[in-house]
């Protein structure tokens, strides 16, 4: 930007930030004030930074930012007043406080292309998030305005970019993509939440040992050298309450390899699992789930209604549906959570192909069952059906059976199980190359008796880590850490082998 005529502007955006944003991060600095030390490193004409009005602490902000907007967490409140302080601005670029990392070089590339190319809109792609950016031309800042004039929904980091891909072909765009694609680690560096502010943290405190400066480079080297950074609270919990089952499905290793006695989770021991994750993280998805049919425990409703009661839990119940008749529905209707999930396996819209699938008769009970929560609760309710040999050519069907639903379907991928199940994919969606598990990453799972299984393929829990009843969530959870590392470096564990969920993920 110095060897140009055109002045810049930088929106700093503090409307989204948590608690987290402002908690010391590294080096007795939080996001934020990282944040103002990299924009100096900016050349620029005008910088203003924009918190929400409903802030609970100020204090914090105006000891850093003399000049500072108070604005409601709106998207058009935010664009006006932007439109009104950079008038005098050929450009802005918008930064986040709760992103420390952004690399002021990828800072620079961005702008030059925006410039050199005259761009209205310019943006970076697979970078992990938290290290890319956006700008805008002043007359398309303007242009978006008054787009968005009414609009209150809040303002979310990708805002603009909806704005803009709304009608993409009125704009001049140009895209910065990283020269290494990082989209497969599904990296964020922000600090927007307790998971992804532990991994900015130690990305920051290991590169601070490397006697290393934050940058793209470095980061990329943090990667390859210590993966383990990434790894920092469970984001996907799956708890088996049950392991018994009133189908006989084809497509269920219960049927074909489970070697474990049938037996239920007390209510007692699942609510030690739950104050365990609440006090390890703030924010988990818990699913109901893994070998066994969750409404054939008798302590379900205490489970779901005590799972709810802690803040940061969202619950998912995955069943067969048998069992989910109007009594069970209208009482977690009546729970009034949109923390909670619900998850009908139906996997057919014929007798015939559900009874080979399932191996029972009750695909008229289940649709009814569907049929009732949909109406009653379509937020948050889901039919799901796997993708089969068996039923590939009835999806058409399916799809129309449940018009009225379309949006609440969910097309599953089948799980051979390492192979030891028959293949009956209706598609291979592997990638050609192999890259490390995301399951390994984010996920825990939890047999009925407490055993934490390595991952949710070990359905006997032939190698499991620990028990979560006896050693408690976290430490449980660390003993996982050296198999992600080993896989991340490329050395795949004898059991991963043959297994084909490593690129899919949950949460």
């Known amino acids: 930007m110095n060897d140009t005529s055109d002045s810049l502007g930088i929106a700093l955006i503090s409307l989204i930030n948590t608690q987290w944003a402002t908690k010391e991060l590294y080096d007795r600095c939080s996001s934020v004030e990282w944040i103002k030390k990299n924009v100096k490193k900016i050349s620029h004409d005008k910088l203003c930074h924009f918190s929400s009005d409903q802030t609970e602490d100020l204090s914090i902000y105006q000891k850093l930012f003399t000049d500072t907007s108070h604005v409601t967490c709106e998207i058009f409140p935010f664009l006006d007043e932007c439109v009104k302080i950079f008038k005098d601005c050929d450009h802005v670029l918008f930064l986040y406080t709760d992103a420390p990392f952004n690399d002021p070089q990828v800072l620079k590339s961005l702008m030059d292309l925006h410039i050199n190319e005259m761009a209205e809109y310019t943006f970076t792609e697979n970078y992990p998030e938290g290290v890319g950016a956006e700008i805008l031309s002043y007359p398309t800042l303007k242009k978006l305005r008054n787009i968005a004039s009414g609009n209150n929904e809040a303002f979310q980091r990708e805002s603009i970019s909806k704005i803009i891909h709304f009608d993409i072909n009125q704009y001049d765009v140009e895209v910065l993509v990283s020269q290494v694609d990082q989209r497969k680690e599904r990296l964020r560096l922000t600090c927007d939440s307790q998971r992804d502010y532990l991994i900015t943290q130690k990305a920051f405190k290991l590169l601070s040992e490397e006697q290393k400066a934050p940058s793209l480079q470095a980061l990329y080297e943090l990667i390859h050298s210590h993966p383990e950074f990434m790894r920092s609270t469970p984001a996907y919990v799956e708890i088996e309450i049950t392991n018994d089952c009133q189908c006989e499905c084809v497509i269920c290793p219960r049927t074909h390899l489970m070697k474990r006695k049938v037996d239920f ?243």
């Open 265 to 507: 989770m007390p209510l007692d021991k699942y609510q030690s699992i739950i104050n365990g994750l609440k006090d390890l993280c703030d924010e988990v998805v818990v699913a109901l789930t893994l070998m066994g049919e969750p409404t054939l425990a008798p302590e379900l409703y205490d489970m779901i209604e005590y799972s709810l009661s802690v803040e940061g839990i969202t619950l998912i119940l995955e069943t067969n549906g048998i069992l989910l008749d109007k009594p069970l529905v209208d009482r977690l209707v009546a729970l009034d959570s949109k923390r909670l999930i619900i998850i009908v396996a139906l996997d057919s819209p014929t007798p015939d192909a559900y009874q080979t699938i399932r191996g029972v008769d009750h695909l008229k009970t289940v649709e009814n069952h569907a049929s009732y929560l949909l109406e009653k609760r379509p937020e948050n309710t889901y039919l799901q059906i796997l993708r089969l040999k068996e039923n590939d050519e009835l999806l058409d069907s399916y799809y129309l059976k449940w018009a009225a639903f379309k949006d609440n379907i969910i097309l599953q991928k089948y799980n051979p199980y390492r192979n030891l199940l028959v293949d009956r994919k209706g598609a291979d969606l592997s990638p050609l190359k192999r890259f490390s598990c995301w399951h390994l990453k984010r996920d825990l799972s939890i047999l009925v008796d407490g055993t934490v299984a390595f991952c949710k393929q070990d359905l006997n829990g032939e190698r499991s880590v620990g028990n979560v009843f006896e050693e408690g969530v976290e430490k449980v959870w660390d003993k996982l850490n050296p198999f992600f590392i080993k896989d991340h470096k490329g050395q795949i564990d004898p059991f991963c082998e043959h297994c084909d969920e490593w690129f899919t993920y949950n949460f």
